[in-house]
């Protein structure tokens, strides 16, 4: 048998991100747009600095609503801790850790830098091609 393949291998590398300083109405407008629950909030270096979910942006959105007021920042409303996997993790860890825990994807790292993403879908597609 082949080499056990790594997360990187099938990571999605087309992302959209936000940066922390961007206006959360706009973020939350991509994430409508693309039909996607959250994405990740890098620095001006690339850095994974958090990520905004839905969630995230309910927390906006009830105050704009209910009270008028102006909503902020992505920094103001992302959170600050991400559970991550690092590009060269094995593909059966990534899928146990899909396995025990909530999440349904994981923003991929190298170091502080995000290089993409992996899905409960892509840890699928890969057993899928590998049998």
Known sequence: MDQEPRVERYMSRELVAFTPEMDVLSAMRLLVEHEIAGAPVV????????????????????PSLYYQQPAGRVAEYMSREVQTVPADMLLSEAAEKFFRGPYRRFPVVQGPQLVGQISRRDVLRAMLERY
């Open 43 to 62: 620095d001006e270096s690339g850095n994974l600095v958090g990520l905004l979910s839905e969630r995230d942006c309910l927390r906006v959105a009830y």
